[in-house]
């Protein structure tokens, strides 16, 4: 059963409310995640609560259950001088930046003039989502899953 602490497999097909696929993940190439340490959005990780292997179930999240909503002041210009000179300025790269204690990633969205136009917000904040979801596998973490705080599986290990 899906409790904290256990590894979860799953399959999934990920849309978004006009029913466009954004995501996916089968049997062969599962997603693998440590239950209850916030590896997923928060409305399916509370969804898949207590689920056992081959269950099946269609998750609708709202914004604020999975991406959160588009916060305005994580979109800003700077300008192009705040970059280095040999990095290309391309819509769609992303980077990491300090806000106060945190790393935070930003996505450029494009230039205007002489400045960069960039945004802070998960490229799918202000969405609502639906998953159809299958759990695949279930096991206990082991300890060292528990402490490094991510599953193991596959290609999870960093």
């Known amino acids: 059963m899906i409790t904290k602490n256990t590894i979860v497999s799953l399959g999934y097909r990920l849309t978004n409310a006009e029913g466009q696929e954004l995501d996916k993940a089968d049997s062969s190439q599962p997603l693998s995640y440590l239950h209850g340490h916030r590896q997923i959005v928060p409305g399916l ?16 999240l709202s914004p604020e259950e999975g ?21 290309e300025i391309a819509p769609g790269l992303q980077f990491e930046a300090n806000l106060g204690d945190n790393r935070h990633i930003f996505t450029i969205i494009g230039e205007e003039g002489d400045d960069v ?19 695949l596998a279930i096991r206990p973490a082991t300890d060292e899953e528990i402490q490094h705080g991510h599953s193991h599986d596959g290609d999870s290990h960093h």
């Open 45 to 60: 990780e509370n969804a898949l609560e207590g689920m056992l292997v081959g269950d099946k179930k269609e998750v609708s």
């Open 67 to 87: 991406y959160g909503q588009i916060i305005p002041d994580l979109r800003l210009k700077l300008p192009r001088t705040q970059f280095p000179e040999e990095m």
């Open 117 to 135: 136009k960039i945004d802070g917000n998960h490229p799918l904040a202000g969405q609502s989502l639906n998953f159809s979801v299958e759990v």
